[in-house]
């Protein structure tokens, strides 16, 4: 017994250490990745961002045990709607569920959906934070970063860590001690970006270091590895900074042509998958990287719009590591033609990147990518699709603008049952133990197999 496990970590270490870095038994993702003791604690469920949970969530979810929206929005329908998520749910050990709003609030509510707490920073839109230990860490438009007691909601600590913040979804992480955000040194656009990396020490929030990328990001959303921290510009450009000191590690050429929000998730084979669109809002793909060096192993032209970060995962106990992306035309704000927000979902082999299967979107009419309870005034523009939730048996959980949640059987792409929100939706959805927890922009609802 001794003598196998001894060749089991010598071929581990020979795994990782190797410039081929596919490592086929999905098990040992537990010896790379830290598990975390809360069950969904950042969006994509974990520091990889794989969208992976080691939890079952529900198959039916046509009826929720409950649905949310926030107390005090101000909605006059067809006209106005100010009060939106943007933010994926996160869930803590306890299955407490913690939702942050565009106009500057942060809820706590137990798993039953009865609120336990709520804090306010009037103003100022909040992000999508990053649960570590007993404190939530969540930034907003402001340029503050707020560390919050996860039982009570009540300030541990706060700082000014930029000028301000661009008012897309940038998205917290947690690793190493630090707390990692983006932040802005003034209005990019009309829609948001960021053009600084900040890190800071979780304990106290004091300053650790900042990074300056060649182009500015939006929707940011980081990956970490060992010291690793990886993340792409408005480009699609991949940067791989150390988490320890900020330095430049490598960087892999993106497409000066080509305009992205979305990210990159590092996989159980610790490659790093990205998508990004090479003619403006056009012309996606999807490549795969060597996290180490940032060498590409491949790349797959998607023929659509690519605007949400790819997952990675196990979608069934006997098929491969999939990569799953979301792509076509996001519909954007709201314009009073009305145009078809179908749209695609794309599973690709993780290793080769040959296609397995593809789900299409039904047809919706809508007026923009908030779905159809779009307003023409509203503080809200979402992705096309969410970024997908894989379950542990492999259900696939997906928002997309044409107002639906859907989950799909992760072997064949088909559809198992689907809820209306009638919204587009921007976080993507957060699994629990026989939980599962959607935020589209205007509803947020539970599902429950227990």
């Known amino acids: 017994m001794v003598r196998v496990f001894l060749q089991v970590q010598i071929a581990l270490i020979f795994a990782i250490s190797s410039e081929a870095v596919f490592i086929k038994d999905f098990p040992l993702t537990r010896l790379l990745q830290r598990e975390s003791l809360h069950t969904w604690p950042c969006k994509n469920g974990n520091a990889f961002r794989s969208g992976v949970s080691r939890y079952s969530g529900p198959r039916n979810i046509t009826s929720p045990i409950w649905e ?108 190493s001690g630090a707390v990692i955000i983006a932040g802005a040194s003034t209005e990019l656009t009309d829609v948001g970006g960021n053009d600084e990396v900040v890190a800071l020490s979780a304990a106290d929030g004091t300053v650790m270091w900042r990074f300056k990328p060649e182009s500015f990001m939006y929707n940011f959303m980081p990956a970490a590895l060992g010291d690793r921290l990886l993340f792409i510009d408005r480009t699609g450009a991949m940067y791989c900074l150390s988490i320890s000191t900020g330095a430049l590690q490598w960087k892999a050429e993106g497409s000066q042509n080509g305009f992205t929000t979305a990210g990159l998730s590092i996989g159980p084979n610790g490659v790093a998958y990205t998508t990004f669109n090479t003619n403006g809002a056009d012309g996606g793909v999807l490549k795969a990287y060597n996290s180490t060096t940032g060498a590409p192993y491949w790349t797959r032209n998607l023929g659509l719009e690519a605007a949400a970060a790819p997952v990675v995962g196990k979608l069934s106990p006997t098929g491969p590591v999939a990569v799953l992306t979301g792509i076509g ?69 997906v928002g997309w603008q044409g107002g639906k949640h859907f989950a799909i059987d992760g072997a064949t792409g088909t559809m198992i049952s689907s809820f209306y929100t009638g919204f587009g939706t921007q976080g993507g959805p957060a699994i629990g133990d026989g939980l599962l927890v959607i935020a589209s922009t205007g509803k947020v609802a539970a599902f429950s197999s227990l």
Not at 78 to 88: F, I, M, R
Not at 111 to 119: A, E
Not at 329 to 354: C, H, I, P, Y
């Open 68 to 175: 949310w929206t926030i107390p005090d929005q101000i909605v006059i329908p067809g006209v106005l709607h100010n009060g939106h998520v943007e933010s994926a749910p996160l869930i803590d050990k306890d299955h407490n569920i913690y939702i942050a709003t565009t106009i500057g609030e942060v809820f706590a509510l137990a798993r039953n959906g009865s609120q336990l707490w709520k804090h306010l920073d009037p103003g100022a839109r909040m992000f999508t934070g990053a649960i570590e230990g007993n404190s939530l860490y969540v930034a907003n438009s402001a340029g503050l970063v707020l560390s919050l007691d996860l039982k009570s909601g009540k300030e541990n600590w706060r700082t000014q860590y930029s000028p301000m913040a661009g008012g897309d979804s940038p998205g917290a992480a947690v690793v």
């Open 329 to 397: 035309k996001n519909q954007g704000k709201w314009k009073e033609s009305m145009r078809d927000g179908k749209a695609v979902l794309r599973a690709f082999d993780a290793e080769t990147g040959a296609d397995l299967w593809t789900f299409q979107s039904p047809s919706m009419m809508i007026h923009g990518s908030s779905g159809p309870g779009a307003a023409p005034i509203e503080d809200s523009v979402p992705d096309t699709w969410s970024t997908p939730s894989i379950g542990a048996d492999g259900t696939i959980y």
